[in-house]
């Protein structure tokens, strides 16, 4: 039984709600910009938009709420009480660091730099982004130098801290060296297989309409709820919405790649899932909202890639593709789709890059950023340092911009310091699936009858009911007795794509 709340508590409880009040309203007005907002209301959305982001940074650093949380004792005998009070004295005292006026001019130039680099993107053309990448970058550093302390190495720490708290530069270039050497390795050693997966079901044209019905209903069957959510179109996919009773996904089509969009469907579902399984009790509270993330894109990547390429997975999935699709597939077997879906295969495009690969594009995403923050690049030189990155990790050579450096919309609207999260949830989404396949004996018996529910159970009691009760780190401790382990990722990626490419003779 929870604790009685004492008088300041609720104050405290009040104060935060009416600050996800204002945040919530503008990922709605966020959402509406992204899939049915006309282009030319984009001045006025990006006044709406900073308007709301200047309230609620003022509500978010009112005196009065200083004052309750002055009043309060440090730790509180309730823990889910105690992780609110936490919380909000770790984004007090962050808020307050922020000066009001630059918090409405990231607000406004992000709206606007998103829709320049839109038209960038659209025509190719880096030069027209360029000024907006050069302003942003420059409100970046001068925010990340409101918001560094003690505890960070450089100024790129500080705005990743907003995305995934805790995580510093320092750990990633610990994680990522070596998780570069194992991909290389599995890549060189996949180029030499004899007989690759082919990429047949790819290649398969089918009506865009047929495809939403099918992807709605693996949505539907995965468990996210469409009384408290919708999905819609929009040119890259994301969930957002305003709480866990209004979850806005949204996914893309294209006329021959139906894998592509129902692994975005089942990605953007599992943000879903995660969103629809906080705590009804705790709305607008650390305790009903998500951890980090990274804990966020591991829900994603565990339904899109450890569920949605797996074996069983096709299983299941295949003989209902005749109901959306009539024989357009019946030429392919579980098997053939199973293969085609875990491919293996430098490519330019993040959002469209095989698990083998993914991690490759953050590692240069990563580089990139923290050189464009700590002002040893210039964002004009960013194409060709993209470019020479992609060489070297990849072995690609970038045609134009818009397959290179303008692919992503991240920069535009002042997110550095995300891409890490993606990678980090890749490496806790496959310590959680692995534990999850422990805990339920029946899982693989399950997901080949497309029975999701015990496994989303499983996440909603272990990952999403939790709140911000932990930080990222304590919550894998305690989920998966473990610290997070890259090696884990290794292993469930090389038994699964090595079978593929026949590099598994010997089971070893
Ligand atoms: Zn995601």
Redesign the pocket.
């Given at each position: 039984m929870p604790k009685a709340q004492t008088q300041p508590y609720r104050a405290l409880i009040d104060r935060l709600r009416e600050v996800h009040l204002l945040e919530s309203t503008g990922e709605l007005l966020s959402w509406d910009q992204e899939t049915m907002m006309p282009a030319a209301a984009v001045d006025h959305r990006a006044n709406q938009l900073s308007l709301l982001a200047r309230l609620a940074h003022e509500r978010a650093t009112a005196s009065e709420l200083g004052d309750i949380l002055q009043s309060m004792p440090k730790q509180l005998e309730d823990p889910q009480q105690n992780a609110n009070l936490r919380e909000a004295r770790r984004v007090f005292e962050r808020s307050k660091k922020l000066d009001p006026k630059l918090v409405g001019e990231i607000a406004e130039t992000s709206s606007r730099a998103q829709h320049a680099w839109a038209e960038a993107r659209q025509k190719s053309d880096f030069r027209k982004f360029c000024p907006w990448l050069e302003k942003m970058v420059k409100l970046m550093r001068a925010k990340a130098s409101c918001l560094c302390d003690d505890s960070m190495d450089i100024l790129w720490d500080a705005l990743a801290e907003e995305f995934e708290p805790g995580m510093r530069a320092r750990d990633l270039r610990e994680i990522f060296p070596p998780l570069r050497k194992e991909l290389g390795s599995l890549l060189d050693q996949l180029r030499g297989a004899s007989n690759p997966p082919a990429d047949a079901a790819s290649k398969i044209a089918v009506p865009q309409d047929q495809q939403e019905a099918m992807v709605r209903f693996v949505a539907e069957r995965m468990g996210f709820d469409f009384d408290r959510g919708r999905l819609d179109r929009s040119a890259h996919p994301?969930?957002g919405g305003s709480h866990f009773a209004d979850v806005r996904i949204t996914t893309r089509f294209s006329d021959d790649n139906f894998l592509d969009a129902l692994g975005s469907t089942m990605?953007?579902a599992g943000?879903g899932i995660y969103e629809q399984g906080l705590m009804a009790e705790h709305l607008g509270t650390p305790m009903g909202s998500a951890v980090s993330l990274g804990i966020?894109?591991s829900q994603?990547?565990l339904w899109e890639n450890q569920v949605g390429r797996s074996e069983e997975f096709w299983a299941w999935c295949q003989p209902q593709l005749s109901q959306f699709f009539g024989q357009s597939f019946a030429g392919l077997s579980a098997r053939d789709l199973y293969a085609t879906s875990n491919r293996a295969e430098p490519s330019l495009i993040r959002v469209e890059a095989d698990e083998s690969t993914y991690n490759l594009h953050i590692m240069i995403r990563f580089e990139m950023e923290t050189a464009l923050i700590a002002g040893d690049l210039d964002p004009a030189d960013l194409p060709s340092a993209w470019n020479q990155a992609y060489r070297e990790y990849l072995d690609l050579e970038v045609p134009d911009d818009r397959q290179g450096c303008l692919q992503d919309v991240h920069w535009s609207c002042g997110l550095f310091g995300y891409f890490p999260t993606?990678t980090l949830?890749n490496l806790y989404a496959a310590q959680f699936f692995a534990k999850a396949s422990e805990n339920l004996a029946d899982l693989p018996a399950q997901l080949r009858a497309g029975e999701f529910g015990p496994l989303k159970e499983w996440l909603n009691t272990n990952i999403h009911a939790q709140g911000m009760r932990y930080p990222a780190g304590e919550l894998c401790r305690r989920v998966t007795g473990r610290e997070l382990d890259p090696a884990g990722f290794m292993t469930y990626l090389r038994d699964k794509v090595e079978p593929l490419y026949g590099k598994r003779m010997n089971g070893s």
């Amino acid at each position: 039984m929870p604790k009685a709340q004492t008088q300041p508590y609720r104050a405290l409880i009040d104060r935060l709600r009416e600050v996800h009040l204002l945040e919530s309203t503008g990922e709605l007005l966020s959402w509406d910009q992204e899939t049915m907002m006309p282009a030319a209301a984009v001045d006025h959305r990006a006044n709406q938009l900073s308007l709301l982001a200047r309230l609620a940074h003022e509500r978010a650093t009112a005196s009065e709420l200083g004052d309750i949380l002055q009043s309060m004792p440090k730790q509180l005998e309730d823990p889910q009480q105690n992780a609110n009070l936490r919380e909000a004295r770790r984004v007090f005292e962050r808020s307050k660091k922020l000066d009001p006026k630059l918090v409405g001019e990231i607000a406004e130039t992000s709206s606007r730099a998103q829709h320049a680099w839109a038209e960038a993107r659209q025509k190719s053309d880096f030069r027209k982004f360029c000024p907006w990448l050069e302003k942003m970058v420059k409100l970046m550093r001068a925010k990340a130098s409101c918001l560094c302390d003690d505890s960070m190495d450089i100024l790129w720490d500080a705005l990743a801290e907003e995305f995934e708290p805790g995580m510093r530069a320092r750990d990633l270039r610990e994680i990522f060296p070596p998780l570069r050497k194992e991909l290389g390795s599995l890549l060189d050693q996949l180029r030499g297989a004899s007989n690759p997966p082919a990429d047949a079901a790819s290649k398969i044209a089918v009506p865009q309409d047929q495809q939403e019905a099918m992807v709605r209903f693996v949505a539907e069957r995965m468990g996210f709820d469409f009384d408290r959510g919708r999905l819609d179109r929009s040119a890259h996919p994301f969930c957002g919405g305003s709480h866990f009773a209004d979850v806005r996904i949204t996914t893309r089509f294209s006329d021959d790649n139906f894998l592509d969009a129902l692994g975005s469907t089942m990605h953007e579902a599992g943000h879903g899932i995660y969103e629809q399984g906080l705590m009804a009790e705790h709305l607008g509270t650390p305790m009903g909202s998500a951890v980090s993330l990274g804990i966020h894109e591991s829900q994603s990547r565990l339904w899109e890639n450890q569920v949605g390429r797996s074996e069983e997975f096709w299983a299941w999935c295949q003989p209902q593709l005749s109901q959306f699709f009539g024989q357009s597939f019946a030429g392919l077997s579980a098997r053939d789709l199973y293969a085609t879906s875990n491919r293996a295969e430098p490519s330019l495009i993040r959002v469209e890059a095989d698990e083998s690969t993914y991690n490759l594009h953050i590692m240069i995403r990563f580089e990139m950023e923290t050189a464009l923050i700590a002002g040893d690049l210039d964002p004009a030189d960013l194409p060709s340092a993209w470019n020479q990155a992609y060489r070297e990790y990849l072995d690609l050579e970038v045609p134009d911009d818009r397959q290179g450096c303008l692919q992503d919309v991240h920069w535009s609207c002042g997110l550095f310091g995300y891409f890490p999260t993606y990678t980090l949830g890749n490496l806790y989404a496959a310590q959680f699936f692995a534990k999850a396949s422990e805990n339920l004996a029946d899982l693989p018996a399950q997901l080949r009858a497309g029975e999701f529910g015990p496994l989303k159970e499983w996440l909603n009691t272990n990952i999403h009911a939790q709140g911000m009760r932990y930080p990222a780190g304590e919550l894998c401790r305690r989920v998966t007795g473990r610290e997070l382990d890259p090696a884990g990722f290794m292993t469930y990626l090389r038994d699964k794509v090595e079978p593929l490419y026949g590099k598994r003779m010997n089971g070893s």
